[in-house]
């Protein structure tokens, strides 16, 4: 059975290992292994998990299948004082992918932002990670194209997309 319950702080010791299984899969032909390093140390040490949580309204969401967790999400309502859900992560392991779970997620969040009243969802996403194509199939339009400078010299050359509620 799929379930997607909220996570705690007891679920990000989870988190952190789907993403340290996830990311090199995901952006091994894109990033280097030292920026893929970094970014994963930075984004997603205890603290940094913790201030999303507690300081800047982030919520978890992680999925599982008969109690065994396949991938999570975070996501922030109000983002920037507007009415707009964001949508900071959705990570699945890479042997769970294209089976619609992403969808189910998606979905999750798309019934919450709603809940909330949110006009629109946001997210940034990679410009040559194959989820944007995912996310273009689930109704997310480009707005804008970002450069984020993320420490060490390193960039996220992003891909702002925007579905309208």
């Known amino acids: ?12 010791k989870t988190i952190r290992e789907i ?3 996830t990311w090199p899969v995901v952006y091994g032909e894109i990033l280097s292994k030292a920026q893929i390093d970094y ?8 603290e940094t998990l913790i201030a999303n949580l507690t300081q800047k309204g982030h919520h978890f969401l992680i999925i599982k299948e008969n109690e065994i967790p ?7 309502h109000d983002y920037l004082n507007t009415n707009c859900t964001r949508l ?7 042997e769970t992918q294209g089976k619609g779970l992403g969808k189910l997620m998606l979905d999750s969040i798309v019934a919450l932002a709603k809940e909330n009243k949110s006009d629109k969802i946001s ?6 990670n194959k989820a944007f194509v995912f996310y273009q199939k689930m109704g997310f339009e480009i707005v804008a194209e970002e450069d984020i400078a993320v420490g060490q010299g390193y960039l996220m050359e992003d891909y702002k997309m925007e579905l309208n509620l």
């Open 88 to 94: 900071h992560k959705l990570y699945l392991l890479p």
């Open 70 to 76: 396949l991938g999570f999400a975070s996501y922030a």
């Open 1 to 12: 059975m799929i379930t997607i319950s909220e996570a705690t702080t007891k679920d990000f």
């Open 123 to 128: 997210l940034n996403v990679n410009r040559f």
């Open 19 to 21: 993403a340290f299984a």
């Open 39 to 46: 970014m994963l140390d930075s984004f997603y040490s205890e």
